[in-house]
């Protein structure tokens, strides 16, 4: 009845950002949260952000390069936070 392991930030905001997405969508759709709001584990964190994070994330650059560096998920982008935000 306990989770074993808590990964949600306890202060400050975070980037939340999908796992999978459209390979039709221009930009991935990134949020900008306060750690009042729960995730789930369909979708990435990117703790103590700032909103200057959020706009480099949700640039053009940005999106090309992810397009070219991610793995698929059949032709879907599989948002990696290893392989693309690194």
Request: proline content about 5%.
């Amino acid at each position: 009845h306990l989770f074993g392991e808590i990964r949600h930030p306890t202060s400050g905001n975070y980037i939340l950002v999908p796992r999978v997405s459209s390979e039709r969508r221009e930009y991935v759709p990134m949020a900008f949260f306060d750690s009042e709001v729960i995730s789930t584990d369909r979708n990435q964190m990117i703790p103590n952000a700032s909103l200057y994070e959020f706009g480099i994330l949700n640039s053009a650059m940005h999106n090309d390069w992810m397009r070219v560096v991610t793995g698929r998920l059949e032709s879907r982008y599989n948002y990696s936070g290893t392989i693309v935000y690194n």
